[in-house]
């Protein structure tokens, strides 16, 4: 496995990228006094993995590349990599797309499934994780808080556009998103989907709230992240 990635401290002026280090020599060490939200866009050739501190002053993302056929030597390769970031750490929720089934693609699917149950099983595995929060969101969920609606239709099926509405949230990963280490932005997908369920959640407590108080139901929104992860 090769690992890419970028790791931002945004308070700090700080911008560390890196180019396809083998998974034995990744060595990323978070502060044990913050915790973190952990998500994973699996995959059986590359995985996306990103990291934000709940405070949002820590934020990271990587692509993890298979570089042999040997699916089951990544998978066990992207567990020890996921061991290595989480050890001793205070992990908030840990979090994963549910991939919805898609017509003609019953192989990929399947695929994705199974990652799915691994990971599943690393979370009972890895103490970090286990006492974590697991959630699952599927992908039309997730995107709605990430698109920029205002730049036109159908960016949600478009990997590129949305590594670039990430980008529009959190510019400082600009310069990795142009290298394009990953042809479907495996790691800004895997951001997509920790922000996403960040807004989600919180749009459901909205509404929650709203409802039992009588008032109508409001949304997160792209300007919410701009906000939030600019401020």
């Known amino acids: 496995m090769r690992v890419s990635g970028a790791i931002s401290i945004p308070r700090a002026n700080y911008l560390h990228e890196m180019m396809c280090i083998p998974e034995y020599d990744l060595n990323i060490k978070l502060s044990t006094r913050l915790s973190y939200d952990v998500s994973l866009d699996q995959s ?31 998978y066990r390769e992207l567990y020890r990599v996921l061991k290595k970031i ?54 039309q969920s997730w995107k709605p808080f990430i698109i920029n609606k205002e730049k036109g239709k159908g960016r949600d099926k478009v ?18 998103r142009e290298r394009h280490v990953s042809k479907d932005y495996d790691g800004f997908d895997a951001m997509g989907i920790l922000l996403g369920y960040r807004a989600y959640t919180v749009s459901l407590c909205i509404n929650t709230t709203n409802m039992v108080d009588g008032g109508s139901c409001r949304d997160s929104s792209f300007s919410y992240f701009l906000h939030r992860y600019r401020a």
């Open 159 to 176: 990997k590129a556009l949305i590594a670039e509405d990430i980008c529009d949230i959190l510019p400082e990963f600009n310069t990795y």
């Open 86 to 139: 989480v050890h001793g750490q205070k992990i908030r929720h840990i979090i994963c797309e549910n991939p919805p089934p898609v017509q003609g693609q019953k192989y990929s699917s399947r695929l994705l499934l199974e990652l799915l149950g691994r990971i599943s099983a690393w979370v009972e595995e890895i103490p970090e994780l286990r006492a974590a929060e697991f959630g699952k969101i599927f992908p």
């Open 44 to 74: 059986s050739t590359c995985t996306g993995i990103a990291i934000v501190s709940v405070d949002n002053n820590i934020r990271i993302i990587l692509d993890c590349m298979r570089d042999t056929g040997d699916r089951d030597e990544f």
